[in-house]
């Protein structure tokens, strides 16, 4: 499969049958410690505020809402910080290492729906209904009973082995936090989509997102 090839043009449709999530994980470094620091002291703040403000449902949804919000400042920042950030996601033979992988638990733990491999970040865009993966003895460890976290720790473990190899390089590679949201409905289905495919957009990497070498999305 070449790059070129990796987008395709007639967009998915909403089919809820489970949990569908929007995940977001970055490079290790990829963002200065004082910006992290700041932004979840911002995000505790508001936190607070919306806490003592509103409760039950009303407070879900704040609690929500703020969820989407300090997602985007996060990304942005992502994006702002591509020339001090390594970069090695551009690099063909390491965004195609990516790629083979993100396809080859596609029908095995989740159903793809989108993504977008950026300089410095992925956006991965699954659904994960009628994809548990089995639990058996001896595995046994912390991530055994959330089968999406097991399955990005086995996706970002097989990733940045293969990656470091072909880098020639040792040590962490990815940070050790994702970023996932659960969709809720069609309305935001769509608005994640655009937003995925959009995002080289956004950075000024292409005008076009179709010209972007690094995108996919599901018909």
Request: some cysteine; glycine content about 6%.
């Amino acid at each position: 499969m070449s790059h070129r090839n990796f987008y395709r043009r007639r967009l998915p449709h909403w089919h809820p049958e489970g949990q569908t999530f929007f995940i977001t994980f970055r490079l290790v470094n990829s963002l200065p410690a004082q910006v992290i620091q700041a932004l979840q002291e911002e995000r505790e703040r508001e936190r607070q505020i919306i806490c003592t403000q509103f409760s039950g449902n009303q407070q879900r949804q704040e609690l929500y809402n703020l969820d989407k919000k300090y997602f985007g400042r996060f990304d942005a920042w992502l994006d702002r910080c591509i020339a001090e950030s390594p970069r090695w996601l551009v690099q063909e033979n390491v965004a195609r290492i990516i790629v083979d992988q993100i396809h080859a638990l596609d029908g095995e733990r989740y159903r793809l729906i989108a993504c977008c491999i950026m300089s410095n970040h992925i956006h991965l865009f699954i659904d994960t209904a009628g994809y548990q993966p089995p639990v058996t003895p001896p595995h046994d460890g912390p991530t055994a009973p959330y089968p999406l976290a097991d399955t990005l720790k086995l996706l970002k473990g097989r990733t940045a082995r293969y990656c470091n190899q072909a880098l020639g390089r040792g040590g962490a590679f990815w940070h050790h936090e994702s970023y996932d949201h659960v969709v809720r409905d069609e309305k935001e289905f769509e608005r994640i989509i655009w937003y995925i495919l959009n995002n080289p957009v956004k950075a000024g990497l292409v005008k076009n997102w179709e010209d972007w070498p690094f995108t996919y999305c599901v018909e």
